[in-house]
């Protein structure tokens, strides 16, 4: 009760996870291909041919009657017909010489005659035949069954032996099987109420008095047809010809006591059909009905809408039970189970008295569990939108957390700043603003990873940012520390923050720089360029008195500019997958312009990395902040020497 309980809350909650019209969509398909797959069998009889081929074959191998009686098969083969002094058909005179001859030299069991013998208008059958059929009660004879489709419906046609030989036979049945649609004979008629005649095999064993299991499950069917099974001809036929019989009469010996089918062999008279293992005879078919009806695994075939009903829901029902947490499953269990189901349902296939269309029950999995998936995927393409959307806010939100503009001081001292995220959301941040007392403060921030939980630790950094700077005693060892603390409590030390910033002084130019786990700034100037390594912990892995910060103070001169950055530069990569490192970053540096202002550094530095590139998107966020410096005084000189 609680998995359909469970399955019910799922699907009740389908409608709010999918739309309306989709979910309508969705079981419109499922129930149009489970109706189309169960009341057109045209569409699966092929798979179910090739499920009974095979079936029969694993059958046939391991097969053997319950009765210990043996199946002799007398053969017309083609050197009988050749040394035979009479034209085929043979009279019924030369005919009643070999059943005499068999019974009276052989002693069989029973004979079946697979030969038909046609009504003649004007002539009677010989006496001598009439008392060969008769003597011993032991043969049997076929009668010619046809079932065609007219335009009034399906028509049944019997054609009798001769009445006078028909009339002392000691039985008389039916031989012909059905054939499907691809030219095979996979089954056999066990009897048809509608002209009171029962398949020749039958007549046989009930004449010999053995039991046939499992024939009472038929009695009550009008025409029950049964899978054929050729266990006699996988452990091989025991077969003699009626030449070898009349060449040696010690062959006679191998007749006593068995089944006799007589029937013809010979490729010239075209008694041979297509089966589930190959082109056999007729009388071959008769010697593996009788084997097949005399084994415990006789099957009948219901091919009925109710038992392709009940089939096709057990499919239903599979997916049910493996599948009640319906959207935490994976399409790779799906699959598995879709692969290993066909194999369970061919060995279940031998268990049932009657053939089970174990095909529906795999396209009954098969379209229920594509449905299943149909949703979840449709769910998971919602979940995405929802957070394509979250993202898009979540990146606008981000982008209020930038200055909207360069900073420009009239002492000279200009910032400039860009992010590009890896994702709508990223984990870099920086800013600059004007303290109270003047100076200017400047931060650059790296989160490690990217994403929506990396946007929201720089969203703490910028509010511990605006709420530290407000104080008149405000230092950057408090601000680290603050950040330390709310980053290691709210991430378990599952991120980590790198950082560098500090205060721009106005009046001497005097630039404090504190590091946090951040790579080298740099410092370019008339000479070159210099790195500026801090070696210290990210913040967020250690306690605050374990945690280990580096500053540092240098004075900017005239035209100096220092560069601040995350490490998304550094590992920007080509289509070769080559990354651009810190030597190339330092030269393209070193290359600026001197006069150049921070602002067109950072477009020069960003076109040198995009050329670098060559258009593949960047592999992490890119961030860089430029500090630059023009003196009051140098500008000045500049102006008198002009």
């Not at 129930?31 to 699966?44: M, Q, S």
């Not at 068995?258 to 041979?272: E, K, P």
């Not at 049910?320 to 699959?335: A, C, E, G, I």
């Not at 089970?356 to 998971?380: C, D, H, K, S």
């Amino acid at each position: 009760m609680f998995l359909f309980k469970n399955l019910s809350l799922k699907l009740k909650n389908l409608r709010v996870l999918i739309p309306k019209r989709d979910l309508i969509i969705l079981f419109i398909m499922w129930f149009l291909l489970g109706y189309f797959f169960i009341f057109y069998p045209i569409l699966t009889k092929n798979i179910d041919y090739e499920i009974k081929d095979k079936k029969i074959k694993v059958k046939s191998q391991f097969l053997k009657a319950n009765f210990k009686t043996d199946i002799l098969l007398v053969s017309i083969d083609s050197e009988t017909l050749s040394e035979t002094e009479h034209k085929w058909p043979w009279p019924q005179e030369h005919w009643a010489k070999i059943i005499n001859d068999i019974k009276e030299k052989g002693k069989p069991k029973a004979i079946i005659l697979d030969i038909y013998f046609q009504e003649s208008k004007t002539e009677k059958p010989p006496e001598s035949f009439i008392k060969a059929v008769k003597s011993q009660s032991n043969t049997g004879l076929v009668a010619i069954y046809e079932e065609n489709e007219t335009t009034f419906g399906k028509q049944i046609l019997i054609s009798p032996p001769i009445k006078e030989i028909d009339e002392v036979a000691a039985f008389t049945g039916i031989s012909q099987q059905p054939i499907d649609d691809d030219g095979k004979i996979r089954t056999m008629i066990l009897h048809d109420k509608r002209i009171n005649y029962k398949h020749i095999a039958i007549e046989l064993l009930n004449n010999c008095k053995i039991d046939i299991p499992n024939l009472s499950v038929f009695s009550d069917i009008q025409t029950p047809v049964a899978l054929l099974d050729f266990p006699v001809s996988y452990r091989g036929l025991n077969q003699i010809s009626i030449n070898d019989l009349k060449n040696d009469d010690r062959n006679y010996e191998f007749l006593k006591d068995r089944i006799v089918i007589i029937g013809a062999t010979a490729s010239i008279l075209h008694d041979y059909h297509q089966t589930s293992i190959g082109l056999i005879s007729g009388p071959e078919i008769i010697c593996n009905t009788v084997e097949t009806l005399g084994s415990s695994f006789l099957q009948l075939l219901d091919d009925s809408i109710s038992n392709r009903i009940i089939h096709y829901l057990a499919g239903v029902l599979i997916v049910m039970l493996f599948y009640s947490d319906l959207f935490k499953q994976s399409s790779k269990q799906v699959l598995i189970i879709w692969l290993m189901l066909p194999v369970f349902l061919f060995f279940y296939s031998y268990f049932p008295k009657a053939h089970p269309p174990i095909e529906l029950t795999w396209l009954g999995y098969t379209a229920t569990a594509a449905l299943f998936v149909l949703m979840i995927r449709i769910i998971e393409l919602a979940d995405i939108r929802e957070q394509l959307a979250e993202a898009s806010i979540c990146s606008d939100f981000q982008k209020g957390l930038f200055p909207e503009k360069g900073l420009t001081d009239e002492s000279g001292i200009s910032c400039y700043g860009t992010c590009i995220p890896y994702q709508n959301a990223g984990g870099d941040y920086y800013d600059f603003f004007k303290l109270k007392n003047g100076n200017i403060f400047y931060i650059l921030c790296d989160v490690s990873g990217h994403g929506i939980s990396a946007s929201m630790i720089t969203t703490v950094v910028k509010s511990l940012v605006v709420i530290e700077t407000t104080n008149d005693n405000f230092n950057i060892d408090s601000l680290f520390n603050k950040i330390n603390y709310a980053v290691l409590n709210l991430t378990k030390r599952k991120k980590m923050v790198t950082i560098v910033g500090g205060i721009i002084n106005t009046k001497n130019y005097e630039v404090s720089i504190s590091s946090a786990g951040h790579i080298p700034a740099i410092l370019k100037h008339g000479n070159g360029f210099e790195e500026i390594p801090l070696p210290a912990h990210p913040l967020g892995v250690y306690s605050t008195e374990r945690l280990k910060k580096a500053q540092t103070v240098i004075k900017l001169e005239n035209f100096n500019k220092l560069f601040f950055y995350s490490d998304g530069i550094i590992e920007a990569r080509d289509w070769n997958n080559q990354e651009l490192g810190f030597d190339s970053f330092y030269n393209e540096i070193n290359n600026l312009p001197e006069i150049a202002n921070s602002e067109e550094c950072i477009k020069i530095l960003l076109n040198r990395l995009k050329e670098h590139t060559k258009g593949r998107d960047f592999v992490d966020d890119v961030s860089l902040l430029v500090v630059s410096c023009r003196c009051k005084d140098t500008k000045k000189e500049t102006k008198e020497s002009d």
